[in-house]
């Protein structure tokens, strides 16, 4: 008995095509990826993006943007009327794109924290909780931000030609754990700090969430033992917090993390320690907020290890968010945000080459791949 060639090709093109069938029932049934918050892919500018460039950060499946409201730009003279100049247009133009407005009121003027002249920085030299003063004067301003952009806020009656979203988050510092930032850092002055906010937020907006300054992870010079402390482990300074600050676990929303790294790979382990501090202190209720993470597009040199070339951003970004985004429900994850944007000379020692833009807001390879997992159109 004679079995061909064809006979054979004929069974095995009916077995093919009966798994096929079987595949395409199995994914019929199969349950669906869970899916992500909304609002979960953001970034961080560090120039105003003009209206052409917001839709295209939207059509990118941006959701979200990370801005800045400083004490100093907001009232740097004091007993001056607010000046929001800075922030109205980044507000106006997020909001017309459809994206989230997601800010950090940060800072204070000289005039509400004189320098110390033992200290030679450009930042705040302390948290404004030292004196009656310093305290109404943070009060004051957190009060005029919420009644500016909060739920019945003159920013919406003066621009009734925008769709009405209000800011209902509040990120409350930033790096507060990092010399860059406070150049004595202080965990305790930060509790206090939390407390008098959440008291000012709920007085003027009772659906308004508090979310903790993004804490730097891992600072170099949170290893020096010498002198003031310059810097905290992100984790530390969140013990002490608690330690230190009763009932503070009552006051805040969310806890923010900038995990900065040379590699995508040490994510898991920088998260998980701030999680574990979480379920230590009977709080691993709280969810977390990523409000800074990226890598540079310059070219690798030995003295900046968040350099990585035009591949290497890519890489670090496409390994991230994969992280990210498969571990989203066990880190309780609910805000991504990229820095940055676009390119910026000499702001920081990576913000030359941290955007997803170049100059002239082109686009590099890291933004195609940030829309790919945003789902959006590069």
């Known amino acids: 008995m004679r079995t061909g060639l064809g006979s054979l090709c004929l069974r095995a093109r009916v077995g093919v095509a009966s798994l096929a069938v079987a595949a395409l029932a199995l994914t019929a049934f199969a349950p669906a990826a869970p899916a992500l918050p909304g609002k979960f892919w953001g970034v961080v500018p560090q120039t105003n993006p003009d209206a052409n460039e917001f839709q295209r950060l939207k059509s990118g499946g941006v959701d979200s943007l990370r801005i800045p409201i400083p004490w100093t730009g907001v009232q740097g003279v004091e007993g001056a009327a607010p000046n929001w100049s800075q922030v109205d247009p980044l507000v106006a133009g997020a909001t017309a794109a459809g994206i989230e407005v997601f800010p950090f009121l940060y800072g204070a003027p000289i005039w509400a924290v004189p320098a110390d002249r033992s200290i030679s920085s450009n930042p705040p030299r302390y948290l404004p909780v030292r004196t009656g003063g310093q305290r109404a004067g943070w009060k004051a301003f957190v009060r005029l931000a919420v009644q500016r952009y909060g739920p019945t806020g003159s920013f919406w009656a003066e621009n009734p030609g925008l769709p009405k979203r209000p800011i209902r988050i509040w990120q409350i510092g930033n790096e507060v754990n990092f010399k860059y930032f406070i150049a004595r850092p202080n965990p305790v002055e930060y509790g206090k700090l939390v407390k008098l906010s959440y008291a000012v937020l709920k007085s003027v907006d009772r659906g308004a969430r508090l979310i903790l300054s993004g804490l730097f992870a891992r600072p170099a010079e949170a290893r020096i033992k010498r002198g003031p402390r310059q810097a905290y482990f992100a984790t530390d300074f969140l013990e002490q917090m608690y330690k230190r600050t009763p009932g503070i676990k009552r ?61 290497g951003q890519v890489r670090e970004l496409k390994g991230a968010f994969r992280l990210l985004r498969s571990n989203q429900r066990r880190w309780r994850l609910q805000r991504v945000h990229w820095f940055s944007i676009d390119d910026q000379q000499g702001s920081c020692n990576f913000c030359d080459g941290s955007g997803l833009f170049a100059d002239g807001f082109l686009p590099k390879p890291s933004w195609f791949a940030y829309a790919r997992f945003a789902g959006g159109r590069p």
């Open 251 to 311: 006051k805040f929303h969310g806890v923010a993390l900038h995990p900065y790294t040379g590699t995508y790979k040490r994510l898991p382990r920088y998260i998980e320690d701030v999680r574990r501090v979480l379920a230590e202190n009977r709080d691993a209720g709280k969810s977390l907020y990523l409000t800074e993470l990226g890598w540079s597009s310059e070219p690798p040199r030995r003295n900046n290890s968040f350099a990585k070339g035009l591949r």
